[in-house]
Nanobody, 123 residues
Framework: QVQLVESGGGLVQAGGSLRLSCAAS????????MAWFRQTPGKEREFVAY????????LYADSVKGRFTISRDNAKNTVYLQMNSLRPEDTAVYFC????????????????WGQGTQVTVSS
């Protein structure tokens, strides 16, 4: 069992940056793989970034590669998403996600979800 709470969303101009944080509570946070997804109205949640237990394996969606960076601090039970060079098409609700020891880049494989945080990029 794990609970996830996101923070850091908000309004930003195109070309700007935001850093999202996801604080996890529960048992053995370091045993969970973590990921970020995003969703806009009428669409399925899409994969954004993934990080393994140790941080040694990281995956990104092509749409954010080179602009976003995922990281985790197991001592703080926190995962981060640094978002640079933001574009209007990045506007979405961003969700933190956790899986029990699997590489999960599909929403159907996620065990736990955060509540979501809104990111809006203005042009």
């Amino acid at each position: 069992q794990v609970q996830l709470v996101e923070s850091g969303g908000g309004l930003v101009q195109a070309g700007g940056s935001l850093r999202l944080s996801c604080a996890a509570s529960g048992r053995t946070f370091s045993s969970y793989t973590m990921a970020w997804f995003r969703q806009t109205p009428g669409k399925e949640r899409e994969f954004v970034a993934y990080i393994s237990w140790s941080g040694g394996r990281i995956l990104y969606a092509d749409s954010v590669k080179g602009r976003f960076t995922i990281s985790r601090d197991n001592a703080k039970n926190t995962v981060y998403l640094q978002m640079n060079s933001l574009r209007p098409e990045d506007t979405a609700v961003y969700f933190c996600a956790a899986n029990r020891g699997t590489t999960a880049t599909s929403s159907r494989l996620i065990d736990y979800w955060g509540q979501g945080t809104q990111v809006t990029v203005s042009s």
